[in-house]
């Protein structure tokens, strides 16, 4: 079975502030581990992915995150925030990047000027 | 990268009346695709997985008689929300691997208002 925890459904950090959300995941296999973020009335857009390899991810925006197994832990972190990161961000878990995705219940990111 | 299409992107009809929704891979071939629910504030939860040339396969709790998915070729995917109801109101989200292995693509959803 697989599931994502992401805790804090709503974060506020001011401008230029670190970015930090926090992901937790439970799976029985090797998990492959996504963030997507989430504008408005818009679909899904892909952040950035950890299949296997190397434990930090970079992805797009500056975004960037790490897989820590003794953890279960898949946070994202952004060093400067910028308004336009404002959005709706998801964690999912999946047995591989071509089978259903589990996600989480979101966090919603809001930057104050 | 690869991408995936829904028709409508967004569509309001009245109680008790069925709405089609599509789901295309455009440039590629998908013999699975995902639907996904969205309620306002909450997260996606699989519905549906959607099978070119066989039934689909439905999640706990979801009827399969009132979501009715058929993947008609491996370029597209249908869901038809039969006699839908103000309760059915959601955005519906597609997604398409474009291999069993390789990345998958989501579509840009679909908004559906029930009166």
């Known amino acids: 079975a697989q599931s994502v925890t992401q805790l804090g459904s709503h974060v506020s950090v001011s401008e230029g502030a670190l970015v930090l959300l926090r992901c937790n995941y439970s799976?029985?296999?090797?998990?492959?581990l996504f963030w997507y973020v989430q504008y408005p009335n818009q679909g899904l857009q892909l952040l950035l992915k950890?299949?296997?390899?190397?434990?930090l991810v970079k992805g797009i925006n500056g975004f960037e995150a790490e897989f820590k197994k003794s953890e279960t832990s898949f946070h994202l972190t952004k060093p400067s925030a910028h308004m336009s990161d404002a959005a709706e961000y998801f964690c999912?878990?999946?047995?591989?990047?071509?089978?259903?995705?589990?996600f989480g219940t979101g966090t919603s990111l809001t930057v104050i000027p | 990268g690869a991408v995936v299409s829904q028709h409508p992107s967004w569509v309001i009809c009245k109680s008790g009346t069925s709405v089609k929704i599509e789901c295309r891979s455009l440039?590629?071939?998908?013999?699975?695709m995902f639907w996904y629910r969205q309620f306002p504030k909450q997260s996606l939860m699989l519905m549906a997985t959607?099978?070119?040339?066989?039934?689909?396969?439905?999640e706990q709790g979801v009827e399969k008689d009132k979501f009715l998915i058929n993947h008609a070729s491996l370029t597209l995917s249908t869901l038809t929300v039969t006699s839908a109801h103000p309760e059915d109101s959601s955005f519906y989200i597609c997604?398409?691997?474009?291999?069993?292995?390789?990345?998958?693509?989501f579509g840009p959803g679909t908004r559906l208002t029930v009166l």
């Open positions: 997604s398409a691997p474009e291999s069993p292995w390789n990345e998958q693509f």
């Open positions: 799976s029985s296999v090797p998990p492959y």
């Open positions: 950890y299949t296997t390899g190397a434990t």
């Open positions: 999912a878990v999946s047995r591989n990047t071509g089978n259903q995705f589990y």
């Open positions: 440039d590629f071939q998908a013999t699975t």
């Open positions: 959607s099978n070119e040339g066989s039934k689909a396969t439905y």
